[in-house]
């Protein structure tokens, strides 16, 4: 990109909101060693190549855990990030996003370890203020033209459908705003997460070694989306469109929807439990019996 573009406005950049999950399940654990530490070393190598691209480009980072989510990156000054200043010759800018990750780290995973093991993952929260976040930028914007936004989401979790209306609600509200989703996930697939990213335009990844972790991020998630229409990337997999009952969070294909406030339910009730709404029930079918032989021979 050359400088004219710059100073013309031709190019304003683009934004990229990663939400890292920070939930220690099982698949995040190998050989008794938690491999967090490596995804986040590659979180923050792929998110400083985005910086490097363009002087314009934007950044933010949103760790999420069992019970909160917070911003990793950026985040308003404090004693502890202050104290840490770049060795010589490094950059500042990618000096401050690693030290402000491994110190809001720190605090985000200390504040949630209340001698719980695994639980669901609030990533759901992360992304919705991923959204707000990338709102925010663009009603600071001059000019009529959005910056374009993307949300990077890696995760081990798997799904989560007691959060699935928050995952339709972030999903359909990115598609309104023009906001691709892409999703990498480790070892276990998520068909939540593969619905937003068709939903969106985004790519979805499964990947099953970790010590690759930056080289798909690099490859596949760094390109913007005009790039990737030149590039070969991986073939779309089938997307699982299952729906998440609300009456036991499970998965189904077929179920009960109600007229009213179009909730599903995998089994059948008068009373919808979410609006409260009584469904009027037709008579019941009668059951004709057939005659026996010799009352009809009499006849």
């Known amino acids: ?22 939930n220690p399940s099982p698949q995040m654990i190998k050989d008794g060693e938690c491999i967090i ?3 986040l070393d590659a979180l923050i190598a792929f998110c400083s190549s985005h910086m490097m691209l363009s002087p314009l480009n934007k950044l933010a980072i949103v ?15 404090s004693s502890e990030l202050d104290d840490l200043r770049p060795s010589d010759g490094q950059y500042e800018l990618l000096s401050n996003i690693k030290n402000s990750v491994q110190v809001n780290v720190k605090k985000l995973v200390l504040q949630d370890n209340q001698n719980e093991i695994y639980t669901e993952s609030l990533v759901a929260g992360a992304m919705t203020m991923a959204l707000c976040y990338v709102h925010r930028l663009r009603k600071q914007q001059v000019g009529d033209k959005k910056i374009p936004a993307r949300i990077l989401v890696i995760s081990a979790s798997g799904d989560s459908a007691s959060q699935y209306m928050n995952f339709m609600n972030v999903f359909f509200t990115s598609q309104k705003e023009g906001v691709i989703i892409d999703a990498c996930v480790i070892e276990k697939d998520s068909g939540l997460l593969q619905q937003g990213c068709d939903i969106t335009g985004g790519m979805y990844l499964k990947i099953q070694n970790v010590a690759a972790l930056l080289q798909y991020l690099l490859w596949i998630f760094l390109p913007t989306v005009e790039t990737r229409k030149q590039m070969i990337l991986p073939t779309r997999v089938h997307v699982d469109y299952r729906a998440a009952c609300f009456c036991h969070r499970n998965l189904i294909e077929i179920g009960y929807v109600c007229s009213v406030c179009l909730s599903i339910f995998c089994t059948f009730s008068p009373i919808c439990s979410t609006c409260q709404t009584a469904f009027k029930l037709g008579p ?12 009809r021979h009499e006849t």
């Open 284 to 295: 019941l079918p009668t059951i004709i019996g057939k005659k026996r032989g010799r009352d």
């Open 63 to 77: 760790g999420c855990h069992t019970k909160q989510s917070a911003f990793l990156y950026p985040v308003p000054s």
């Open 37 to 39: 530490p490596k995804c």
């Open 1 to 22: 990109m050359s400088e004219n573009a710059i100073q013309n406005g031709e190019d304003i950049g683009g934004l990229v909101v990663a939400v890292m999950d920070l």
